[in-house]
């Protein structure tokens, strides 16, 4: 086999490969045994039907098969020792290559394009203008957090009256507009929860009943909106058209939680006995809270270098060559139209694939094997304590690993987070960011004033193209 590349104008080269009987008989031959041995025939024995008679039937199959095969290995053997990258695949030439006759022929040569990347290189160290917000933690989200655990952590009462922070079960009933009971309406139990309430006046009007009390409620002035009542209620959509317009509650037994008392007690129990003291509280309470956030920064952060990397221009390639591979690997036929659309929304995504693939390369950031089975695993565990299922035995649970990462989706969407997440930690230590300490309300000020800017800079351009 002999394979040369001749580089032609506009980023794009033909390679000529030369492929002689040598190169796939070998292989061809050892096919066609096996056919052999197989083969079932009419007037032979079963794996004894001649080879005269296998080359026949299969021959030509195989030995085209066989010769594909060998010529994109041979490509994409010759693209990783001369270190060539290009853009989607080596598309045939065929002006240049002529019809091959598999019947008559045994040497055979074909021509390839390729559309070549020239080399580029992706300094981190040298990209300016980028900020790294670092979300800190207010004392008054702390406060809110030690209330949650004070009450996640308290006992249940029974107070003899309602209170903004109470719950009640209840007997409601259907009420028409005139205050009327309705005599064919929905009747049932509810549980109220008054912080659940949305709306303060409706908090107000239902503090203070004792059991027994009963207040009768209009759907759309003591509700924010059908979604609230329906929930409140437990009512499917397809009750909602004829309830109410009102409903009679009936109180039954009233509840609410007394916070623990901040104590050594209660931050064993919180903190599984790490902590001790309140400020050894406020401290953990604090780091929770900040790595929570920093997984909304980090990507910010993530997005505004591949901005500035993106503004690389000696990333290059042919549109020219796109396009025929757009062309080639299209499922329907495209107009010129939308080839040339398809070809605009192909280059940015093309691009960062070629970037992406050269940070990674340049920086040897792998994802294990083990790396990908630990976030599989954190992920199940994870979604089992939200629903508050039993966390299985060790050897059960990586038998849920394993399943789980048997779906090629599930894994390619794990392997991808965990790349993303060492390509920011590679961020984070290369590029020279400018670090600006905010509140978590700070952030998304700043990030819901950036979405304004750029939904306005999008409009600017878009009347600027209409008015040409």
Same mark, same amino acid.
């Given at each position: 086999?002999?394979?040369?590349?001749?580089?032609?104008?506009?980023?794009?080269?033909?390679?000529?490969?030369?492929?002689?009987?040598?190169?796939?008989?070998?292989?061809?031959?050892?096919?066609?045994?096996?056919?052999?041995?197989?083969?079932?025939?009419?007037?032979?024995?079963?794996?004894?039907?001649?080879?005269?008679?296998?080359?026949?039937?299969?021959?030509?199959?195989?030995?085209?098969?066989?010769?594909?095969?060998?010529?994109?290995?041979?490509?994409?053997?010759?693209?990783?020792?001369?270190?060539?990258?290009?853009?989607?695949?080596?598309?045939?030439?065929?002006?240049?290559?002529?019809?091959?006759?598999?019947?008559?022929?045994?040497?055979?040569?074909?021509?390839?394009?390729?559309?070549?990347?020239?080399?580029?290189?992706?300094?981190?160290?040298?990209?300016?203008?980028?900020?790294?917000? %670092?979300?800190?933690?207010?004392?008054? $989200?702390?406060?809110?957090?030690? +209330?949650?655990? =004070?009450?996640? *952590?308290? /006992? #249940?009462?029974?107070?003899?009256?309602?209170?903004?922070?109470?719950?009640?079960?209840?007997?409601?009933?259907?009420?028409?507009?005139?205050?009327?009971?309705?005599?064919?309406?929905?009747?049932?139990?509810?549980?109220?929860?008054?912080?659940?309430?949305?709306?303060?006046?409706?908090?107000?009007?239902?503090?203070?009943?004792?059991?027994?009390?009963?207040?009768?409620?209009?759907?759309?002035?003591?509700?924010?909106?059908?979604?609230?009542?329906?929930?409140?209620?437990?009512?499917?959509?397809?009750?909602?058209?004829?309830?109410?317009?009102?409903?009679?509650?009936?109180?039954?037994?009233?509840?609410?939680?007394?916070?623990?008392?901040?104590?050594?007690?209660?931050?064993?129990?919180?903190?599984?006995?790490?902590?001790?003291?309140?400020?050894?509280?406020? %401290?953990?309470?604090?780091?929770?809270? $900040?790595?929570?956030?920093?997984? +909304?920064?980090? =990507?910010?952060? *993530?997005? /505004? #270098?591949?901005?500035?990397?993106?503004?690389?221009?000696?990333?290059?390639?042919?549109?020219?060559?796109?396009?025929?591979?757009?062309?080639?690997?299209?499922?329907?036929?495209?107009?010129?139209?939308?080839?040339?659309?398809?070809?605009?929304?192909?280059?940015?995504?093309?691009?960062?694939?070629?970037?992406?693939?050269?940070?990674?390369?340049?920086?040897?950031?792998?994802?294990?094997?083990?790396?990908?089975?630990?976030?599989?695993?954190?992920?199940?565990?994870?979604?089992?304590?939200?629903?508050?299922?039993?966390?299985?035995?060790?050897?059960?649970?990586?038998?849920?690993?394993?399943?789980?990462?048997?779906?090629?989706?599930?894994?390619?969407?794990?392997?991808?987070?965990?790349?993303?997440?060492?390509?920011?930690?590679?961020?984070?230590?290369?590029?020279?960011?400018?670090?600006?300490?905010?509140?978590?309300?700070?952030?998304? +000020?700043?990030?819901?004033?950036?979405?304004?800017?750029?939904?306005?800079?999008?409009?600017?351009?878009?009347?600027?193209?209409?008015?040409?």
């Amino acid at each position: 086999m002999n394979i040369v590349e001749e580089k032609l104008e506009g980023l794009v080269s033909t390679i000529r490969i030369d492929l002689g009987k040598e190169d796939y008989q070998e292989k061809v031959d050892k096919l066609l045994k096996n056919y052999q041995k197989n083969a079932s025939m009419p007037g032979f024995r079963p794996g004894k039907v001649p080879m005269g008679v296998v080359k026949k039937m299969y021959g030509k199959a195989v030995i085209v098969d066989e010769v594909n095969k060998i010529l994109i290995d041979s490509i994409y053997e010759y693209l990783r020792e001369n270190k060539i990258e290009i853009i989607g695949n080596a598309l045939p030439n065929e002006e240049l290559t002529k019809d091959i006759d598999f019947d008559s022929l045994e040497d055979f040569t074909f021509f390839y394009d390729l559309g070549i990347v020239p080399g580029f290189e992706v300094e981190l160290e040298a990209i300016n203008g980028v900020t790294r917000h %670092v979300i800190v933690a207010t004392d008054e $989200e702390i406060e809110k957090e030690l +209330d949650r655990i =004070r009450k996640r *952590f308290g /006992d #249940v009462s029974h107070p003899e009256q309602t209170n903004a922070e109470s719950w009640f079960t209840a007997e409601f009933a259907e009420f028409d507009a005139d205050d009327k009971l309705k005599p064919e309406g929905k009747a049932d139990m509810v549980t109220i929860y008054m912080n659940a309430l949305r709306k303060k006046e409706t908090v107000e009007k239902l503090t203070g009943l004792k059991p027994v009390d009963f207040m009768i409620l209009d759907l759309k002035e003591d509700f924010e909106d059908e979604n609230e009542y329906r929930h409140t209620f437990s009512l499917g959509k397809e009750n909602l058209e004829d309830f109410g317009p009102k409903v009679r509650i009936t109180v039954h037994e009233i509840s609410e939680i007394i916070p623990a008392e901040l104590n050594e007690e209660l931050f064993v129990e919180a903190f599984d006995e790490k902590v001790t003291t309140l400020d050894e509280a406020k %401290v953990e309470i604090r780091r929770s809270i $900040e790595n929570q956030y920093k997984a +909304d920064s980090d =990507r910010v952060f *993530f997005n /505004d #270098v591949i901005g500035k990397i993106m503004e690389n221009p000696n990333v290059e390639f042919s549109t020219g060559f796109l396009k025929r591979w757009l062309v080639a690997t299209h499922e329907n036929p495209m107009n010129e139209d939308e080839l040339q659309k398809e070809a605009d929304s192909t280059v940015n995504p093309l691009k960062w694939h070629l970037i992406r693939k050269k940070i990674i390369n340049g920086n040897d950031l792998e994802v294990t094997e083990n790396e990908i089975k630990k976030y599989a695993e954190i992920m199940l565990v994870r979604t089992m304590l939200q629903y508050r299922q039993m966390i299985p035995e060790k050897k059960e649970l990586e038998g849920m690993v394993d399943r789980l990462l048997q779906k090629d989706k599930q894994r390619d969407e794990i392997f991808e987070k965990l790349m993303e997440f060492k390509m920011i930690d590679l961020f984070i230590k290369k590029v020279p960011a400018e670090i600006l300490e905010m509140s978590f309300a700070e952030f998304l +000020d700043k990030m819901n004033s950036r979405a304004r800017e750029h939904i306005h800079d999008e409009n600017c351009d878009h009347d600027h193209d209409h008015s040409h």
